[in-house]
């Protein structure tokens, strides 16, 4: 639609400055001392909607980071999108491995680089910025209302309850989320899966005290030498995961399926070459997408124990501590894999040390028929804006929070990500293209005319 | 001797109030923001040995820290004793487990609690104070030097220099040390022997940035899962140390040396409460006593990785690291084990990371006869203080330097210590009893009288 283009080609500068303000409050929710930007932030997300052309936003305080929501009701016999996503992100660190400060975000070689560029400022704040223009173009075909919350990146532990709360203010049609990435700008793809989460925190303590290790060392268990046997043992030699009861639930893909996922394009020596390993690693009888798709893994997400700083310590530590999560395929249930996982840590603890493992957080994996409204919108979307019909893919990231949706709210879910793999999300130096933000914002409302078409 | 006793009572407010000065001055020698600290510690050390009569006392400059060296020569015809040191101290962290800051020192229970306050400031200024108490009755009978350095707990990287430079500065007929433990004040003891140490770190790299788990997780090799598995397999079932060669120079006990160890008092029970665990751990075939004095060790003294705040990140993380260190007996060389260790992490290491091991400082063990003029010296002071002959025994902790000594100088060492196993040694809390050290200070002039009588 040209009215459309003229409209974001005359307001880009803008579109890019306020995605950058945002950019600059460290809304990390995990961290305490953020507390304060992280209701700074809602606050932005509130009022970047009624400048967009929201009826209404408001702020829902929740036990944790409030959630915003927001609606613009042009017509309550048109079908209703609802957008999800979120104003929080990860922590930054390692921050020495930044090139430029997380949250001042810098543009360089047509990219954005800052925390939450792509996951999920970026992402959802594209959004925001389609409203705008369908709004003063006067071309908005659907009732929109926006979620976004501020407790993703640590496993919505508030929004279940928002949504039981708030089935009538959630009534929608769909949703649609942009918190995923394609393939290639060149080869546009759609998300039909997200993974499911087990996010569990490990303490294993040996004495019950710091010793010296020329005094006590070869006489006392070293918690760092059994939780190193312990995480050894989760994986055999063929890297499948030992737990016992881990796969019963997963549902095997089909020939068929895996002949489908062969086709996507893949360079393994690119890949390979991107990452700077020499050998891929994973899980034997599986290819490398399949691995990160339609398989779960268990990932040691951090360790630390004993003396970490510069120079020597001789010290045989009190205690190590591990962080491990597992993504989840379909029909594992998060709740299960958990139990299974901790039980089984405390079954191969032996009884010199003790063990105490705990849940983080949690959330189901999740499905995307292709055959729903939702998808075919989003597909004749990206088809209208990329001249290419997307691919499906299976995504090998969590939203801790689609099963519940489709469970309380009844409404299939769309992931429609703009983002690309090498992103960096969740690690130093994120980044979102210039190009990816732009084609976001031009792809959004035809996804609108087309759902509201259907 | 009368004499001593009452100069000694008469001043020991001041002899601990001159120690907790000392304990104040925070000389790290590991971290290089304590680089002042140092040199204002090695002040203190030289200004204390001039006040306790020394006939001079200087510092000499090293390519690090710098070292104390006093002396006090009473007539060339006499024997003389040179007594070694350490100002420097380990790093205090973690510090949130100490119960009063590490460089505050209080009395509590009669015991000082700060670090250093045993290992080594409170062991080496006893000596300080016997040598004014010796020179204040006029009843030195020996010369005395003292080699106070400010590397001990790094390996001593710049005493072996110094000491083959200076050995006409050094020349002594005997090495004292206090910087050891005895199983108690009720069984008073002699370390008869030191281990030796390797210390090593090792970083491991995956991938060649912190990854999200999601969407690379399963598909690329995670450092920490990594490490671990190779952490794991340094030790078998039976926790032999795997490393091809490790025991090769390893001087066997003989079954009447057992039979004599196992004769010195130790309660298993009483050494598990202490400690807080349920079992002990060790080399199968071995009695604790036997794996802490006479056998070598595989320790890890630190490892970190990922992401190791508060909360939860789903980061795969490019690398893992961490500090490892043997304790080596005799026959075993430090640079052989050191290199059969790197080596071999070096084969272990799979092609799908990365690894770089590098030495952080060795020593090497060392054994004193227990039939030289200063171990009996020392057995007879013993007696004479506490009222009962100390056991020989072989202590498990290593002073990198001895074997240097004796080679370079061609002097026996011994190790005479006034410290407690349970005094926390390079843990939080460290403490040193105050009986212990005023017991130290008057057993160290009957050390000289005896040496002298020889």
């Known amino acids: ?22 950019l600059r409050i460290p809304s990390v929710s995990a961290r305490s001392e953020h507390k304060e930007d992280m209701r700074k932030c809602a ?13 209404k936003a408001e702020l829902h305080e929740t036990a944790g980071h409030p959630i915003v929501y927001g609606e613009r009701i042009t017509d309550p016999s048109k079908p209703t999108v609802l957008v999800y996503g979120h104003y929080d992100v990860q922590p930054a660190d390692p921050l020495n491995l930044w090139h430029s400060g997380p949250f001042e975000p810098v543009i360089k070689d047509g990219k ?13 704040y594209m959004h925001v910025k389609a409203l705008e223009t369908m709004v003063q173009t006067n071309t908005l075909p659907t009732n929109i209302k926006f979620l976004i919350e501020g407790e993703e990146e640590v496993g919505s532990p508030n929004l279940a309850n928002f949504v039981k709360a708030n089935k009538e203010l959630l009534k929608a049609d769909v949703i649609l989320i942009s918190d995923t990435a394609m393939i290639s700008m060149d080869t546009p793809s759609i998300d039909i899966g997200v993974r499911g989460l087990s996010y569990i925190e490990v303490e294993v303590t040996g004495p019950n005290r710091d010793l010296h290790s020329g005094v006590y060392g070869g006489a006392v268990a070293n918690p760092i030498t059994i939780l190193a046997k312990m995480i050894a043992s989760l994986h055999d030699e063929n890297n499948h995961i030992t737990i016992p009861g881990f796969y019963d639930d997963v549902v095997e893909a089909t020939e068929a399926e895996r002949k489908l996922m062969a086709e996507a394009p893949f360079n393994e020596q690119e890949y390979k070459d991107d990452l700077g390993v020499k050998t891929l690693w994973g899980e034997k009888g599986f290819t490398t997408n399949e691995r990160t798709g339609i398989r779960p893994t268990l990932e040691l997400n951090g360790i630390w124990g004993g003396y970490t700083g510069e120079g020597a310590k001789t010290v045989l530590p009190s205690k190590a501590f591990a962080k491990i999560s597992c993504r989840l395929v379909p029909n594992q249930q998060s ?14 603890a032996p009884d010199y040390i003790t063990i105490k493992a705990e849940l983080h957080h949690g959330g189901e994996p999740y499905m995307t028929p292709i055959d729903s409204d939702g998808y075919k919108a989003a597909a004749r979307a990206i088809e209208a804006t990329f001249g290419k019909s997307p691919i499906p893919v299976r995504g090998g990231g969590s939203i801790p929070i689609c099963a519940l949706f489709e469970k309380e709210l009844g409404l299939k879910i769309v992931f429609m990500g703009f983002g690309l793999d090498s992103d960096n999300l969740h690690s130093p130096n994120e980044k979102y293209d210039l190009a990816n933000y732009y084609k976001g914002i031009e792809t959004i409302p035809y996804f609108h005319k087309f759902f509201a078409e259907k």
Not at 6 to 18: A, C, P
Not at 112 to 124: L, P, S, V
Not at 335 to 348: G, V, Y
Request: glycine share 4%; hydrophobic share 40%; charged share 30%.
């Open 1 to 22: 639609m040209q009215v459309w283009k003229e409209y974001q080609e005359q307001h880009k500068d803008r579109f890019l400055n306020e995605l950058l303000d945002l």
């Open 43 to 55: 606050e932005a997300v509130r009022s970047s909607l009624l400048q967009a052309g929201a009826d």
């Open 112 to 124: 954005i680089y800052a925390r939450g560029a792509c996951d999920d400022k970026g992402q959802f």
């Open 335 to 348: 709740d299960k894999i958990t139990k299974l996982l901790i039980d089984h840590l405390n079954k191969i």
